[in-house]
């Protein structure tokens, strides 16, 4: 039975191959690799998710202060673009080809893993983006910072779930990222919970008070945003895919950013 110490380590190496395949950030390389340490690390996808929305946030806040907030917006998207190489606009863009360029599950696979840009894609990349630099606009700075890591954090949380409660409709063996094609053990899923829960603490800092009622609006639009893609993905595929969970990420994410603006204006 591994001790405590070895267990920490082999926690620190998941959470370190969570952080390189999500993102571009430079990282240790990893002696003895193994295939399924990229499964086991999705637990730690949301702890990644606030690294990236805290990275973010802090391009957002000096922009913000430096200039306007819609430079703010602007730049703080850019950012986190360049930060996951845009790992999860691709997946969206691609769900949207692939989902709305054919009404048979195989066509939209086959769709799905063309490289090309199509209309359905284009017209679906633009409007995430444009909404996102717009939501996060209308939000004061010390709002955008809490939307910004949370929402990170959280839809990636979300997106996840996908992997506890559908199969994988693609095939196994061409997949991408093979252990990625496994399902999720719901106790990993827990443990990805608790993650977020030291994130709660930002609000107190940065706002002297709880949003208490822009987060639970955040939270009720990702989980029916990610219950309307688990049915779309499950009816149209016959369960996720890489690029659905992509696409789920942002719709989750828009979610959160729609709700903290729809109560920016009055008691959060």
Sequence with gaps: MPSLVQRLVHEAKLFSVAVQFLTRLPMPTLNNYQPLWLQQSARYFPLTGLLLGSLTALVFAALFWLINPWVAAIGSTAFSIRLTGA???????????????????EGALTIMKDSRLGTYGTLGLVMALALKVSLLASLSLPLAVVALVLAQGFSRFFSILLLSFLPYAGDVEHAKAKPMA??????????????LLPSFLLPWLLLNSFPTASLLLALLLMLLATSYMARLLNRRLGGYTGDGLGATQQLTELAAYLAFAILAGGQF
């Design 87 to 105: 790992f999860h606009e691709d997946g969206l863009a691609d769900s949207c080809d692939g989902l709305g360029g054919s009404f048979t599950r």
């Design 182 to 195: 496994q399902s999720l053990d719901k106790r990993q899923a827990a443990f990805a919970l608790l993650t």
